[in-house]
């Protein structure tokens, strides 16, 4: 199980961190690789970041490259969305999801992913 959390209303520029704990042994969570994704009404759900099960490894979509931050604690059982400057067009529902990683390439596409968390909103007033 997946659950993200850590969303908000916050105003233009300002930076929020999201979180996603997985509720599995820490070994499993380590086997996977995560990712976030993001889905505003009417849209269709889009990637956002992927980091390996190691964290030597990460993905942006071109929108968030150098303002997002993709991280993880194992030992923790989290992953982490840093998000600075944040834009308006941030807003978003946005959700985690891990796959069991097979050391390729990391995934894009929302079919790649296996388990999804819940959502948690971010606003982003201008």
């Not at 009417?42 to 099960?53: L, Q």
């Not at 840093?82 to 985690?96: G, I, R, V």
Request: positive net charge; charged residues 15%.
């Amino acid at each position: 199980q997946l659950q993200a959390y850590g969303g908000g209303l916050v105003q233009a520029g300002e930076s929020l961190r999201l979180s996603c704990a997985a509720s599995t042994h820490t070994r499993t969570f380590s086997s996977y690789a995560m990712g976030w994704f993001r889905q505003a009404p009417g849209k269709e759900r889009e990637f956002v970041a992927a980091m390996n099960w190691n964290g030597g490894s990460t993905l942006y979509a071109d929108s968030v490259k150098g303002r997002f931050t993709i991280s993880r604690d194992n030992a923790k059982n989290t992953v982490y969305l840093q998000m600075n400057s944040l834009k308006p067009e941030d807003t978003a529902l946005y959700f985690c999801a891990a796959y069991n990683d097979e050391r390729k390439q990391l995934r894009f596409s929302p079919y790649g992913y296996a388990y999804w968390g819940q959502g948690t909103q971010v606003t982003v007033s201008s």
